[in-house]
Nanobody, 121 residues
Framework: QVQPVESGGGLVQAGGSLRLSCVAS????????MGWFRQVPGKEREVVAA????????DYADSVKGRFTISRDNAKNTVYLQMNSPNSEDTAIYYC??????????????WGQGTQVTVSS
């Protein structure tokens, strides 16, 4: 399996919390930055967060700063997105993507299939 696989999506109450996971094959994950994107029907896919290979550099969209946290476990070839205090505007399909270098972007062709997150008010 070359494409990463997301999990952890579902229905969450506004103000609650949810953790998304993304597992990639060791060959595609190793020494690569990773990113989380999201997309709402009718809108362009947008970046949510990104993390470099070492985990020492993390970037966030302004809309999620202070609420979401991206992290990774390189021993498990896994990247996470901890979503705290989500609101209705966070409802979307969330995708993870493998970067083309240790920093992340530009992004590769290795996208997951997406996991739906629905925030109820």
């Amino acid at each position: 399996q070359v494409q990463p696989v997301e999990s952890g999506g579902g229905l969450v109450q506004a103000g609650g919390s949810l953790r998304l996971s993304c597992v990639a094959s060791r060959g595609t994950f190793r020494y690569k930055g990773m990113g989380w994107f999201r997309q709402v029907p009718g809108k362009e896919r947008e970046v949510v967060a990104a993390i470099c290979w070492s985990g020492g550099s993390r970037d966030y969209a302004d809309s999620v700063k202070g609420r979401f946290t991206i992290s990774r476990d390189n021993a498990k070839n896994t990247v996470y997105l901890q979503m705290n205090s989500p609101n209705s505007e966070d409802t979307a399909i969330y995708y993870c993507v493998v970067g083309t270098n240790v920093y992340g972007a530009p992004w590769s062709q290795y996208w997951g299939q997406g996991t739906q997150v629905t925030v109820s008010s």
